[in-house]
């Protein structure tokens, strides 16, 4: 089935022109003036005014009241540093998942937290044959993941309750935690613990542990986790992958403030 591009063609051609006006920001030496924006990306002066007043009230870009010229905004800078924070990450985490897999035998998984969602960025297998796959790409629930919840853990209250409105959490599997109550619960006791776990609750028959990805500062980047069949989970294995994850994410961190 053919997949169809949401929002209507007006919608997708303003989004396109915006994007063709951001990109002339990149490496750009000076400010960027509406006649340049304009000859550059071949749109009207009427269209290039009217663009990038909409980029500058939701932050994206900047306008100096002296020269008229518009220069990048904290919301795109921040997007820029975003960006690279996340390959920075990927890039430092992929050497000590590959080592967790040599010594577990388990997949390894990278998370991160966007727009809502556990977002799956880094993945490496294990070599058994019965294994769970690397999730790249894929988004989850958070409260039904083990590194969502782990990410989770590091929120207040308030901010969870934000990000989860209303009591009634969605229900991926029979196992997923059913309410926002239970999950403040859960959440103490991953705070308690270090680390975080999802036993069937996003995919049945899997099982996974977690731990955040905290810097010095505070600041959480995303979260460790390894994944194993429900079937080998004794008591004895999660533990070992718990220990794993920890120490994991605690030396990834420390390359983050």
Do not use: C, W
């Amino acid at each position: 089935m053919p997949v169809k591009a949401s929002g209507t063609p007006g919608q997708t051609e303003s989004v396109g022109k915006a994007v063709r006006l951001l990109a002339l920001f990149r490496g750009a030496q000076s400010p960027v003036r509406i006649a340049e924006a304009s000859a550059t990306t071949g749109l009207a002066r009427s269209t290039t005014h009217r663009l990038l007043a909409t980029l500058q009230a939701h932050d994206f870009v900047r306008q100096d009241r002296a020269s008229r010229a518009y220069y990048p905004g904290p919301a795109l800078l921040e997007l820029a540093r975003s960006l690279s924070r996340d390959i920075e990450l990927r890039e430092i985490a992929r050497a000590e998942m590959a080592a967790m897999v040599k010594r577990t035998g388990e997949t390894a998984n990278l998370i991160v937290l966007q727009e809502g969602k556990a977002l799956f960025v880094e993945g490496l297998e294990g070599p058994h044959v019965l294994r769970v796959a690397a999730r790249v790409g894929s988004a989850g629930a958070p409260h039904a993941t083990a590194g969502g919840k782990a990410i989770l853990a590091e929120m207040s209250d308030a901010q969870i309750a934000r990000l989860h409105p209303g009591e009634k959490l969605p229900r991926l599997t029979s196992h997923t935690i059913p309410s926002q109550r239970k999950l403040l619960r859960a959440l103490a006791e991953v705070r308690a613990a270090g680390f975080a776990t999802s036993s069937g609750e996003s995919n049945l028959g899997v099982y996974a542990v977690a731990a955040a990805i905290k810097g010095a500062s505070g600041t959480v980047y995303g979260a460790l986790s390894l994944a194993a069949p429900l079937a080998r989970a004794t008591q004895p294995v999660t533990l070992a992958l718990a220990s794993e994850v920890r120490r994991a994410a605690t030396r990834i961190a420390g390359y983050f403030p």
